[in-house]
């Protein structure tokens, strides 16, 4: 059920009661917690995707029986890692991360998960790797969560490279409550997003705590 709260955004949910069932639902291994912990100790910011959105990454994939899948923005590697749990061991993921210090970061991270065969990562701007990434394609799976004002260019190549069925995540998606900003070229971009996911993908927003874009690839 719903009631007229819920329905224009109060949400139910307390800090105990997330904690409570992330630990029940989305409990850390030990490669997780070292991944999830790596920004904070090593001066990075720590805006890696929480603890139940990351393990809702790793379900999706599983469900949609997930082999090839392109994650933009890696930071210390969490998400990659929830991704990379899913997938089969013929299975792969190209995460791409601009910045360099980030990426080693991270390459050690899912080295220590045991997932380094199946994990590649991919320093520079996103942009750049495109036309090559897109040649190993088609993929199962595109997750965006790197720099909001390029949103819309990364929906349109996912568009273009993913198979039908395919899954199209984008997290950030209410842009930290500033989606609806006129003045706001980021904000645009990511409407742009939305929009242009809608014609491309059967789509529905997460209610996450930042909105998570969900497409199936018509
Ligand atoms: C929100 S963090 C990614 C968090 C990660 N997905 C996770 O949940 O563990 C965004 C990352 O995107 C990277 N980034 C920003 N602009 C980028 C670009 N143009 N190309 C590739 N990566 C970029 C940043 O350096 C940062 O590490």
């Not at 998960?113 to 991919?122: E, H, K």
């Not at 969560?145 to 260019?153: E, P, Q």
């Amino acid at each position: 059920m719903a009631d007229a709260d819920s329905r224009t955004g109060a949400r139910y949910a307390t800090s105990e009661i997330v904690h409570w069932l992330d630990q029940l639902h989305a409990a850390h291994d030990a490669g997780l917690e070292r991944a999830f912990l790596a920004p904070g100790l090593n001066g990075m910011p720590a805006i890696q995707v929480g603890i139940g959105e990351g393990k809702l990454l790793t379900v999706l994939l599983k469900m949609i029986g997930a082999k090839k899948v392109v994650e933009f923005g890696t930071l210390a590697g969490y998400s990659a890692i929830r991704m990379a749990q899913a997938l089969p061991k013929d299975g792969h993921l190209w995460s791409l991360e601009f910045d360099a210090k980030h990426a080693a970061i991270a390459r050690a991270n899912v080295e220590a998960a045991g997932l380094g065969d199946q994990v590649t990562i991919l320093v520079g701007p996103a942009l750049d790797a495109l036309p090559a990434l897109g040649q190993l394609g088609p993929f199962d799976a595109v997750f965006v969560d790197a720099d909001k004002g390029n949103y819309d260019r990364y929906g349109t190549w996912a568009a273009m490279v993913l198979r039908p069925g395919g899954l199209l995540l984008g997290d950030n998606a209410y842009y930290f409550g500033n989606l609806l900003e006129a003045d706001n070229k980021d904000a645009a971009a990511m409407r742009r997003f939305h929009e242009q996911a809608k014609q491309a993908f059967d789509t529905v927003c997460i209610p996450t705590p930042d909105g998570l874009l969900l497409g199936i690839k018509k």
